[in-house]
């Protein structure tokens, strides 16, 4: 298995723009998880979807974030407008977890540097 | 909400010594935490974990330590080596929520 993959690697837009993240989890990982890593809060949990459904998106920061998981392959999350301060490294992660358990690991993919200029 | 916290931004070891790197959580729902090790450029990658029915887990040079009463866990690197710096991310979960300390960077000097 190749491993959770993002694209793309490196993103550069202007301030206003509509800009758009993907990922494709692993095969057979029911859970998909984005992040974002800034140096003030290290790794901060945007929205996790399980079995494609949104489970918590409390840490999507505003209005202009939107996550979809349209199917157990893929993932978007998109902000529009994009803002200097959205520029991050934003992190895809999935894993595997049955009913009721507890997540235990995660695979992350490499990551989408965003700068928004 | 800084649920998990990692309040040692870097540290520095010498070679061959020990490397222990700190983390406190506050949510007494957390189950099972995790070590995350990243260098640049790439995604953090898992490095170990504990239940929250033990106290200790080891692996290699690896262990980790969790204080359930002190709500605090800790791993430690021994003997740390060169390859070992990189920034470290303590994680903890309750069920499908996994949530991540800000980082500490480990650098190992020669």
């Known amino acids: 298995d190749a491993g959770v993959i993002q694209s793309p690697r490196h993103e550069v837009t202007e301030m206003g723009q509509e800009v758009t993240l993907r990922c494709k989890p692993i095969?057979?990982?029911?859970?998909l998880f984005w992040y974002r890593q800034t140096m003030m809060r290290g790794l901060e949990l945007l929205i996790y979807?399980?079995?494609?459904?949104?489970?918590?998106d409390s840490g999507m920061p505003e209005d202009r974030f939107s996550a979809k998981m349209p199917n157990a392959s893929f993932s978007t999350l998109k902000i529009q407008p994009s803002e200097p301060r959205d520029s991050a490294v934003y992190f895809c992660?999935?894993?595997?977890?049955?009913?009721?358990?507890?997540?235990?690991?995660?695979?992350f993919g490499q990551g989408t540097r965003l700068t928004v200029v | 909400d800084q649920q998990v916290k990692q309040n040692s931004p870097s540290l520095s070891v010498q070679e061959g010594r020990i490397s222990i790197l700190n983390c406190d959580y506050t949510?007494?729902?957390?189950?099972?935490f995790l070590w995350y090790k990243k260098y640049p450029a790439e995604g953090p990658t898992f490095l170990i974990s504990?239940?929250?029915?033990?106290d200790k887990n080891e692996d290699g040079r690896f262990t980790v330590f969790l204080n359930k009463s002190a709500k605090h866990l800790s791993l430690h690197i021994v003997p740390s080596q060169p390859g070992d710096s990189a920034v470290y991310f303590c994680?903890?979960?309750?069920?499908?929520?996994?949530?991540f300390g800000a980082g500490t960077r480990l650098t190992v000097k020669p």
């Open positions: 992660a999935s894993s595997f977890e049955a009913t009721g358990g507890t997540l235990t690991e995660a695979f």
């Open positions: 095969s057979g990982h029911n859970s």
């Open positions: 979807f399980n079995n494609n459904v949104p489970i918590d």
């Open positions: 949510n007494s729902m957390f189950d099972y």
């Open positions: 504990i239940s929250s029915i033990k």
């Open positions: 994680a903890a979960s309750a069920g499908n929520d996994m949530r």
